[in-house]
C-alpha cells in the first residue's frame, strides 16, 4: 500500500495540484456564496434592453401572466377567508365541492369580466357538469382533499384547484 501512495498516487497529485488549486479555490467562494435569485423574466429584461424584440413581447406576455397569477392568489385567498366553512360540510363532514365549485367558477368569471376580460363565459350546464365531475373524482376516486393544518378543508386551495379543473381538464377534456 505504501509503495502506491508514493509510487502512483503522490506524483499525481503533485502534478495537477497546481491546476487545480486556482480553480478550486476561485470555485470554492462560488460555491460557498448565497444564490441569487435570477429568473425568466429577469433574463428577458435584459435581452430586451439590448434591443432583442422578441424578448420584449416574451417579457410583456410573462408579465401579464404574473399578473393574472397574482389576481388568482388574492381571489383564492379572499374565497378562503370569506366562505362559511360549517354551510359547505356536508353531514358527513366532507365538504360539498360541487356546490363550492359553482361559487368559484361564478365568482371568477364575474370578477375577469369586470377587468375587461369579456371572452370568458358562463355556461350553467357546463358548470355544473365540471363540478359533479370535479366532486365525484375528489371524493369518489382520490378519497381525499386539500385540507389545512387541522383537517379542515383548505378552501384556498380547493379554490386552485377548481380553476385547473375547469379550464385545464373540463373544457379541454369534454368541452372542447
Known amino acids: 500500500m505504501q509503495s502506491a501512495w508514493r509510487f502512483c498516487v503522490k506524483p499525481v497529485l503533485f502534478l495537477i495540484g497546481p491546476i487545480l488549486g ?8 462560488a460555491v460557498l456564496a448565497e444564490p441569487r435569485h435570477f429568473s425568466m423574466l429577469d433574463f428577458w429584461q ?6 432583442d424584440t422578441r424578448a420584449c413581447v416574451r417579457l410583456q406576455g410573462s408579465r401579464a401572466d404574473v399578473d393574472k397569477l397574482a389576481r388568482l392568489d388574492q381571489r383564492a385567498e379572499e374565497y378562503g377567508r370569506r366562505i362559511d366553512q360549517d354551510a359547505m360540510l356536508g353531514s358527513d ?8 365549485y359553482r361559487q368559484v ?11 375587461g376580460n369579456d371572452e370568458l ?4 350546464m357546463t358548470v355544473a357538469y365540471c363540478a359533479d365531475h370535479y366532486h365525484h ?9 386539500p385540507t389545512d393544518e387541522n383537517g379542515k378543508p383548505d378552501w384556498i ?3 386552485f384547484y377548481v380553476i385547473d379543473h375547469y379550464y ?9
Not at 367558477?105 to 377587468?115: K, P, S, T, Y
Not at 385545464?168 to 372542447?176: A, D, E, K, Q, S
Open 121 to 124: 363565459s358562463y355556461d350553467e
Open 93 to 100: 363532514g366532507k365538504p360539498k365541492l360541487a356546490a363550492a
Open 22 to 29: 486556482p480553480i478550486l479555490t476561485g470555485l470554492l467562494p
Open 137 to 145: 373524482y375528489w371524493t369518489n376516486q382520490k378519497l381525499w382533499w
Open 105 to 115: 367558477i361564478r365568482e371568477f368569471i364575474v370578477a375577469e369580466h369586470a377587468l
Open 168 to 176: 385545464g381538464v373540463c373544457l379541454r377534456r369534454y368541452f372542447n
Open 157 to 159: 386551495g380547493i379554490y
Open 46 to 51: 435584459q435581452k430586451c434592453d439590448a434591443g
